[in-house]
């Protein structure tokens, strides 16, 4: 997958690095002198998120930026908790009715 933000569209762009040196004229110098220039690339923050699309959730890459925004728009946290009604205790545990005691045959 490439490298592009799925709401904004942001993506690597291209650039230049420019080397200088000298002493800005301001500054009483005879002014700055470009030394080099090197390409590079400007990259976006991009981050895998979860993101609900279409009544959907689905891992999309999105900026920073968009995240930041509002953009994207976050499942639901999950539930773990089951209801009471489901949850039946065992027998000897806290909560659950004393189990009747057997009458020795002497009594």
């Given at each position: ?14 650039g ?9 004229k301001?500054l009483?110098?005879?002014g700055r002198?470009?030394t080099g220039s ?50 039946r ?16 045959a002497?009594?």
């Open positions: 997958m490439s490298r592009v933000c799925f709401f904004t569209g942001k993506r690597t762009s291209a230049r690095s420019i080397k200088r040196r000298g002493k800005a301001y009483g110098g005879v002198k470009v090197t390409k590079r690339k400007f990259k976006p923050n991009i981050q895998k998120v979860r993101a609900v699309i279409d009544g959907g959730v689905r891992r999309v890459k999105a900026s920073a930026k968009a995240i930041r925004i509002g953009l994207v728009q976050k499942p639901p946290k999950r539930n773990y908790t089951s209801t009471d009604s489901t949850l205790p065992r027998s000897g545990q806290a909560g659950s009715p004393p189990a009747e005691e057997h009458k020795s002497s009594a």
